[in-house]
């Protein structure tokens, strides 16, 4: 039968139905915080404020390679991952310079609309009650409040949607549009920076060799106005025509290497600030012997040829030496795009990934560098060449052919600078930037928030999930005591529990229950105990001290001592209880008695024996209380007239039960533990700590083997622990008998 019981006992341990209990005894608490989130969130629901949000998408594309004066040796470098460029521009869109420029076109906006009506997010409320209206915020602030603006990036694609929230539709839409059109401006001024610098060096040369011309022009004018005018002859002319369009190649090749040293430097400055070594290997590799000399044929070729056009006869062989030529250049570009290739995969390899499209544009400026380098020195030998031949002309014509020479020569560059600067222009205004806005933000008509359905069952799961939460935890954290098979985890002996008797704070005649109502199902549970206690060693050798403790005070101990006598007194067994806690007796409150005479006057010698021991209510039931409280409690306990006391008991009665003080508290209880036949523990279901329970029948057992097993009290199987109803049983009724409860055994 104990097994059974046992086994019951860890079935509903692991069973859903303890999880049901729990929330039983905790209803109250889990039904105030459901209902306080419930009415929180309904509160919120309803006094929430209307949130309206505007969206606009951005395209982010990667630039594409390309410009002016960019060397068309090598390819378009390959695409180094979408992904990592739209983050980065994310962070461009997230970035304080982008916020600050936002920020003066908002106040800018702002002052021109003139409404303050319009906004909300922009104001500063902190001035609603002194100036009875809001004021703008200030920069800084607005600044603040635009990085809470949304900004994500459309899963696999190249779209960017940036999200604005406001209570004033007007103002989401404003806001979302005046960021989309501000980005894509920066945007488009970062594109365009490079061929912007581009356009302001040719202005600037444009300006310069303009200037120069117009003053060979006041030379040439001054020479003929002196009367020294001379007419030259086509050879002459011919000569000046070749010479001035070389030194116009010479010239804008040299502008075109100052601006190639601009592009380096600046090149060279952004790489250094994060890996100084990469710039030196690209300078020594675009200076490699082998590349060097495939430059250098290049631009030999490329005079040769340019020589040959120069002249007009063009027979048939000089036409063939012109294929050849060009065909020789091809070959050799070739083999300097393979070159390159080969490098370009090696320093894609070896570079960060941050610092490979830097890379890949100065090696591209170093190879254009020393190119040019070699074209400008093959004009040079060639001008040389041509200026020897211009020497020989006769002395009276040489003076007017320098200055037509110049003049030529002048004109000639500045149309090509003029070409040149035509064409950075156009290019720089047709570069599209790589933001496009492909749908604007729309003054929204429904708000997005709050959503007051959500909110209010959110309130209500979240309030009530923390009720379930508040249960769970405090039961964790309990370490009391809270039901039988708490107590047999630690392998102590249950003998029964005993209901919580409702009403005895109140009513303390309801301690006395088995004499005041003997018919409830609380008087049943005593009588379980009865039975447990009759069936026990106590039975078997024949022995008849009980003595009851408890662990710590107000764990109803001294109910339980005067119910059991009680019960025993029923069952025609002649019994009486001593209070032997000699410290705080209350026994003579059960009995509605007085101290005096009690257990300590008769030790010495105030009265007699019999003077000391008191009918009760019930038949068969004495008690002696306390008497005078002394100084030295153990003492008496533990002395030889107890042992006498105990021995001329015995001689009258069936069963003495002894009613002790708490274990942990004083040595009282050990010391009746030793002396008496059978001990009891009484643990209070939900105030009794496990720890202290364990300590306490582990002082019981200690140089003694009277301890027979522990009384749950208070134990509140109604509310919490449905469970244990099935250990309850009614008795049947008639016509005549009141329906009764009754506590079934365990066993």
């Excluded at 117009?214 to 020479?223: A, G, I, S, T």
């Excluded at 075109?256 to 290997?281: D, F, G, H, M, V």
């Excluded at 499209?357 to 190879?367: F, G, M, N, R």
Aim: glycine share 4%; aromatic share 10%.
């Amino acid at each position: 039968m104990d097994n059974e019981f046992d086994n019951n006992f860890e079935e509903e341990t692991h069973s859903i139905k303890d999880y049901i209990n729990l929330i039983k005894i905790n209803i109250i608490p889990i039904l105030l915080i459901g209902l306080t989130g419930l009415a929180v969130s309904v509160i919120y629901a309803f006094t929430a404020r209307d949130i309206y949000t505007a969206s606009t998408a951005l395209k982010i594309q990667k630039p594409q390679a390309g410009g002016i004066l960019s060397s068309p040796l090598l390819p378009e470098f390959s695409d180094f991952g979408s992904d990592r460029f739209i983050a980065n521009e994310i962070e461009i869109l997230k970035s304080r310079r982008l916020r600050d420029i936002i920020a003066s076109a908002l106040i800018d906006s702002f002052k021109s609309i003139n409404n303050p009506d319009s906004f909300y997010v922009l104001l500063d409320h902190s001035f609603d009650l002194e100036d009875n209206g809001a004021k703008l915020k200030s920069k800084y602030d607005l600044m603040e409040m635009l990085d809470k603006v949304k900004i994500e990036q459309k899963r696999g694609l190249d779209i960017v949607e940036i999200s604005v929230e406001s209570p004033v539709p007007y103002e989401a839409q404003m806001i979302a549009n005046c960021y989309a059109q501000s980005y894509e401006e920066l945007n488009l001024k970062y594109t365009r920076q490079q061929l912007s610098k581009v356009v302001e060096f040719l202005q600037k040369q444009r300006t310069k060799k303009y200037q120069e011309l117009l003053v060979v022009e006041d030379k040439m004018k001054k020479f003929q106005v002196e009367g020294r005018v001379i007419a030259l002859d086509d050879q002459a002319k011919a000569l000046i025509d070749i010479l001035s369009t070389f030194e116009a190649q010479r010239d804008a090749t040299s502008i075109e290497l100052s601006q190639a040293e601009e592009n380096i430097k600046q090149y060279k400055e952004e790489i250094n600030k994060q890996n100084s070594s990469i710039s030196k290997y690209i300078e020594n590799y675009a200076t490699e012997p082998r590349m060097k000399a495939l430059q250098e044929g290049i631009a030999r070729l490329e005079m040769e040829r340019d020589v040959a056009m120069s002249d007009t006869s063009m027979s048939a062989t000089r036409k063939e030496l012109l294929v050849n030529k060009n065909r020789t250049i091809r070959d050799l570009r070739k083999q300097l795009d393979q070159q390159l290739k080969i490098y370009k995969e090696s320093i894609f390899a070896a570079s960060p990934a941050e610092l490979k499209e830097l890379s890949l544009k100065l090696l591209t400026e170093e190879v254009r560098y020393k190119s040019l380098q070699a074209t400008y020195q093959n004009l040079n030998k060639i001008i040389d060449n041509y200026e020897a031949k211009f020497n020989e002309l006769p002395d009276q014509t040489i003076g007017f052919a320098r200055y037509q020479r110049e003049l030529n020569a002048y004109e000639k560059l500045y149309l090509l600078i003029e070409e040149k600067y035509q064409e950075a222009l156009i290019s720089e205004q047709s570069t599209p930037g790589n933001v496009l806005i492909i749908d604007e933000a729309q003054r929204p008509v429904e708000p997005s928030k709050p959503n007051r359905k959500l909110i209010v069952v959110i309130g209500l799961i979240l309030g009530f999930g923390l009720g379930f939460g508040f249960a769970f935890i405090r039961n964790y954290f309990n370490n009391t005591v809270k039901t039988p098979e708490d107590i047999q985890k630690e392998n102590i002996k249950v003998l029964t529990w005993i209901p919580r008797i409702e009403g005895i704070e109140k009513n303390k005649e309801f301690e006395f229950i088995i004499a005041e109502k003997s018919d409830s199902i609380y008087s049943e549970a005593f009588r379980v105990l009865r039975t447990r206690i009759h069936f026990s060693k106590m039975a078997n050798n024949g022995v008849n001290v009980l003595h009851i403790t408890s662990s710590i005070p107000q764990e109803g101990k001294t109910t339980i001592a005067v119910n059991v006598a009680g019960s025993f007194a029923q069952n025609n067994k002649r019994t009486i209880i001593v209070d032997c806690d000699l410290r705080k007796p209350r026994m003579h409150t059960v009995f509605k008695a007085q101290r005096f005479p009690g257990f300590t006057d008769y030790f010495i010698g105030q009265t007699d024996f019999e003077s000391i021991i008191h009918k009760s209510k019930i038949a068969n039931l004495d008690f002696i209380t306390s008497g005078t409280i002394p100084p030295n409690p153990s003492e008496i306990l533990s002395s030889d007239q107890m042992l006498a006391l105990l021995s001329r008991l015995k001689e009258r009665y069936d069963l003495i039960v002894l009613d002790s003080p708490p274990i942990i508290a004083v040595t009282d209880s050990e010391i009746l533990s030793r002396i008496a036949d059978s001990t009891i523990l009484v643990a209070a279901s939900g105030e009794t700590e496990i720890e202290l329970l364990k300590k306490s029948v582990e002082l019981l057992q200690q140089d003694s083997d009277s301890f027979i097993g522990v009384v749950l009290n208070k134990f509140t199987f109604r509310s919490g622990y449905g469970s244990y109803y099935k250990y309850y049983y009614y008795y049947s009724h008639n016509k005549d008998v009141k329906k009764k409860k009754f506590f079934s055994k365990k066993t």
